[in-house]
């Protein structure tokens, strides 16, 4: 089975790169993030695309802002379940269940600002309390998106690592060491323990991302019991179309 995850930064303005690169990376299921479309505006080239079922959590709490998609090749499921989980803002949250798994796609806030941080830090906070009921429950967990926390200074390249900036606070990282502690596994960073300059995200400053001046902040967090079935992860670093590249998970034993 094969996971993606990508923030796309509008899919209106990605639709043809969107298109093409599911053409040719035959993604099994597909997180979108940052759609900044509501569902009535997802191009119909996308809608009726064949081949896939897709699920919208469009940009209904403001126009052209946020909002998460998920696709869903046919015949992978049978008895699947949506969920947009209660404590979804701004709509940042999809969830799709299966017998034993649960995908959790978001968008997580980045935070600027006083309020929208306080957000930011709410929102990882009840995630986590989330997906620690999911385990709780024997379920497997995949969690993927963009995280908008560089978690390490590993995580992040030197030149953009200033004390202080948002996705770097103590507070924000310690969010993520408590989804570790309850029992997700970073996968990529245990995959690649030491590996420098691993980025998903540039900002848009000229030639950042030619120099690689990026942020590792797109991730996949899987439970335990998922670890070993891993056959790779990677960033699909070529595509270029949007600031963020997309996430790639292979994985055996996943039978929704």
Known sequence: MRIASW???GIRARRDSLLGWIDRKKPDILVL?????QEKDIPEEIVAMQ???KYWN???FRKGYSGVGLLLK???CGECRLEIPEFDCENRTVVLHGSNLSVIGTYVPRGDGDAHYAVKLGYLSDLGTYILELLREGRQVIHTGDINVAHTDLDVHHSQNKPGIVGLRPEERAA???HLEIGLHDIMRERF???KDMFTWWPYWKGARERNLGWRIDCFYLSKGLIGDVVDVRIDSAEKSSDHAPVI???RSCAL
């Open 58 to 60: 469009g940009s209904a």
């Open 33 to 37: 993030e940052e759609l900044k479309a």
């Open 74 to 76: 046919e015949g992978l």
């Open 176 to 178: 993520i060491d408590r």
């Open 51 to 53: 081949g896939y079922k």
């Open 193 to 195: 323990p030491d590996k």
């Open 249 to 251: 998970l292979d994985i």
């Open 7 to 9: 923030n796309i930064n």
